[in-house]
């Protein structure tokens, strides 16, 4: 595949980077009418298929949901093998940018300049990443595997001292490395061959080495439209079972109805919020609402070390880190596993959730990221996020697991409600109502903080991958996001939501492999690159 090299900059002593030999321009494909600058067929398709897909699931709720759910199990229980190795390959394909020379690699050119700040930056992609998630199942998770309520990793005894400890680890292994790994090879990909090689922001651009201009035409449009589906199904039934979670909250703490009335009324504030936010657009809206995200969270973990269980706490750490290190590598592991229903249930199932989620969480991180080398792109991608995770476990885990071994308040009886566990937790405390009040604010700015971001990214995959997009077009996705929970809840409730979301993870088998190539592709393309980082070197220098 040939390459040419673009007009060298006038800064002296900087080198020019190489692009590909394409005729193909950005945006080159779209139509433009009413305001909006579509792709064609991209947005099309995508429009229609998702139409198509809510009336077949309100016109056959039962019906959906086993359809669905039925392929879910058969990707995970058939395909247990490639989600565990495609992750694990992710995790050691990572590491390997880490010490390989590519990773003085920047992201836009030699002299490219971040556009954003480092801890804005980080906000933006932990934000969109994983924060409202680890909201709830922080709590949740280590408490679920303790008690056995779902099995238990590795068939580990409950309510023992080793299962106290297992059920730390095994939840910070399906939020520590493994995911952020899968988002750090999506977004690397998308912001190199983007920044550096000139081809539109989109999943197809990744595959440009290996398919070369075949990525503009019906193959392209596919992977595009997959991106799609998987993005705003995966963003839909996030906010609509998120809507259940908080509605039990507030049910929880205030006794307010959780009933649809409260459900569609948090879908509807969080998207207005999301709509205000996508309109002021990256730096203007979910920059401030990722850096007000990352301020509360860290208000809220203060807090809790100060009138929480302070000494656990700062065990659990050492628990947390201990039990990862020690059970990496047989949690890693899926031959010979007798375990197989919790495997299967827990590990595979989030796998196969964070590879469905990748196109849209790396999309993001690659827009935010220009100006990052590839190693440091990876350490704030990969290594920071599970730091970071290790302390939020710590604390909101930790102190779950110390009310639940020591027989403290209602989380000692179990997990009744998963929406419930984290303000059950909050009520043993001090300052319960200052606690819950922060998790509740907490909830819905992670949730605005997904349904903007999700927008953006649809609107670039949608729009050719042009980062100019009109006003109208963010507001109409993130207005469909919310349309699309509430005609869920209102026309075929929890079997319409679990219909959709096991769609959604349905797609992480395709992507899985699509992820697999894109490494390749990845590094071919790194590699292709590296040698204007010596001809700099050696100019600076002869100087």
Excluded at 93 to 100: E, K, Y
Excluded at 103 to 121: C, H, M, N, Q, Y
Excluded at 142 to 156: D, E, I, R
Excluded at 224 to 246: E, K, M, P, R
Aim: charged share 10%.
């Amino acid at each position: 595949m040939k390459t040419i090299v673009g007009s060298a900059p006038k800064r002296r002593g900087s080198v020019s980077r190489v692009k590909y030999d394409t005729d193909y321009r950005t945006g080159q494909d779209n139509i433009r009418f009413w305001g909006l600058d579509i792709h064609n067929p991209v947005f099309g398709i995508s429009l229609g298929l998702i139409l198509l897909f809510i009336i077949l699931i309100l016109s056959y709720p039962h019906a959906a949901k086993q359809a669905l759910t039925t392929a879910r199990s058969w990707s995970i229980n058939n395909f247990d093998w490639l989600f565990m190795s495609g992750c694990n390959l992710f995790v050691l394909f990572c590491f390997m940018l880490l010490v390989l020379p590519v990773g003085k690699i920047r992201l836009g050119g030699v002299d490219a300049k971040p556009e954003f700040s480092t801890l804005s930056w980080f906000s933006m992609l932990f934000s969109a990443g994983m924060g409202i998630g680890l909201l709830f199942w922080s709590v949740s998770e280590p408490v679920a595997y303790y008690t056995g309520w779902s099995g238990t990793p590795l068939n580990v005894a409950p309510y023992t001292q080793a299962g106290e400890k297992l059920a730390l680890s095994a939840t910070m292994f399906h939020w520590g490395l493994h995911p952020w790994a899968v988002y750090a090879v999506v977004g690397l990909a998308l912001a190199f061959f983007s920044y550096n090689k000139g081809l539109p922001l989109t999943i197809r651009s990744a595959f440009y080495p290996i398919l070369g201009e075949r990525c503009w035409g019906p193959i392209g449009n596919i992977i595009d439209i997959l991106a799609v589906l998987a993005t705003i199904f995966g963003l839909a039934t996030s906010l609509g079972l998120g809507a259940q979670q908080a509605a039990g909250g507030l049910n929880y703490l205030f006794g307010i109805n959780n009933d649809l009335v409260t459900q569609v009324a948090f879908i509807i504030a969080v998207t207005m919020i999301a709509i205000l936010s996508v309109s002021f657009g990256l730096d203007g809206g979910i920059r401030i609402v990722s850096n007000l995200n990352m301020i509360l969270a860290v208000g809220l973990i203060a807090l809790i070390i100060a009138v929480g269980p302070t000494l656990y706490i700062f065990r659990s750490v050492d628990t947390i880190v201990s039990g990862y290190t020690e059970n990496f590598m047989s949690l890693s592991n899926w031959i010979g596993r007798k375990d197989t229903e919790w495997l299967h249930s827990w590990t595979v199932f989030y796998w196969a959730w964070w590879v469905s989620w990748s196109p849209f969480v790396g999309i993001f991180i690659a827009r935010i990221s220009k100006g990052r080398t590839v190693r440091e792109f990876i350490l704030a991608v990969l290594l920071l996020p599970t730091l970071v995770t290790v302390i939020w476990m710590a604390v909101m885990g930790g102190t779950a697991m110390e009310q639940v071994t020591h027989g403290i308040g209602e989380l000692s009886n179990g997990i009744t409600d998963v929406s419930q566990a984290m303000f059950q937790m909050f009520a043993s405390l001090p300052l319960t109502s200052l606690l819950s009040a922060l998790g509740l604010i907490l909830v819905v700015t992670f949730f605005v903080t997904s349904a903007d971001s999700g927008a953006l990214v649809i609107d670039s995959i949608t729009s050719g991958g042009k980062s100019n997009i009109p006003v109208a077009q963010r507001v109409l996705w993130a207005s469909l996001e919310g349309v699309i929970a509430i005609v869920l809840l209102l026309g075929g409730g929890s079997n319409a939501l679990t219909a959709l979301q096991a769609g959604a993870i349905s797609t992480g088998l395709p992507f899985t492999l699509v992820l697999i190539m894109m490494c390749w592709s990845l590094y071919r393309g790194l590699n292709s690159e590296k040698h204007l980082y010596y001809t700099r070197s050696v100019r600076l220098y002869r100087k």
